[in-house]
T-cell receptor
Framework: GQNIDQPTEMTATEGAIVQINCTYQ??????LFWYQQHAGEAPTFLSY??LDGLEEKGRFSSFLSRSKGYSYLLLKELQMKDSASYLC??????????WGAGTKLIIKP | TAGITQAPTSQILAAGRSMTLRCTQD?????MYWYRQDLGLGLRLIHY???????GKGEVPDGYSVSRANTDDFPLTLASAVPSQTSVYFC?????????????FGEGSRLTVL
């Protein structure tokens, strides 16, 4: 079956750095997404990786290794507003999106 | 820019009643999706439409139906609601069915079935 694994919950300190990991086993691969979802709100797009390597966008970076079925989202200079759930999703060989359950990130002052 | 609009925002429904969740987008996207989101689970696809006039079943289609009469609208109907359909429902759209770019979401509809 197809599966995406990410930690259920993580805690970090304001101003610090946190890395949220995502591993996937899917039938084929056509890209990996990270979305941010604040409580009670809709998911919003953060990044899309289709090639191996690191993509940097401001305080957020996303890394992909297709051979390892692995990605991480790196958040730097954490702010209280970064408290949210982070969703990892993969587009498989049939161009269907497979979603992880999300990682709830708690930022403490 | 409106993007995707869902209605209602929230609803309490008696079991056995029918309900239609509305979704409208103004981006002329071809592909549209209905997801449900439950605590501890990822987004689960209910139904999808790759283009106007076509629909398909997702991972959890039972108890739900959809129609896609035009590009903009993609309503989701619960014919006879059951408590297990209590969830947050998100409508989403993509420029096409490739899912290789950003998926745009509506604000969600919180449905409680008693």
């Amino acid at each position: 079956g197809q599966n995406i694994d990410q930690p259920t919950e993580m805690t970090a300190t304001e101003g610090a750095i946190v890395q949220i990991n995502c591993t996937y086993q899917t039938s084929g691969f056509n890209g990996l997404f990270w979305y941010q979802q604040h409580a009670g709100e809709a998911p919003t797009f953060l990044s899309y990786n289709v090639l191996d390597g690191l993509e940097e966008k401001g305080r957020f970076s996303s890394f992909l290794s297709r051979s390892k079925g692995y990605s991480y989202l790196l958040l730097k200079e954490l702010q209280m507003k970064d408290s949210a759930s982070y969703l990892c999703a993969v587009t498989d060989s049939n161009y269907q999106l497979i979603w992880g359950a999300g990682t709830k990130l708690i930022i403490k002052p | 820019t409106a993007g995707i609009t869902q209605a209602p925002t929230s609803q309490i429904l008696a079991a056995g009643r029918s309900m239609t969740l509305r979704c409208t987008q103004d981006m002329r996207h071809n592909a549209m999706y209905w997801y449900r989101q439950d605590l501890g689970l990822g987004l689960r696809l209910i139904h999808y439409s790759n283009t106007a006039g076509t629909t398909g079943k997702g991972e959890v289609p039972d108890g739900y139906s959809v129609s896609r009469a035009n590009t903009d609208d993609f309503p989701l109907t619960l014919a006879s609601a059951v408590p297990s359909q209590t969830s947050v429902y998100f409508c989403a759209s993509h420029v096409d069915s490739s899912n290789t770019g950003e998926l745009f979401f509506g604000e969600g509809s919180r449905l409680t079935v008693l």
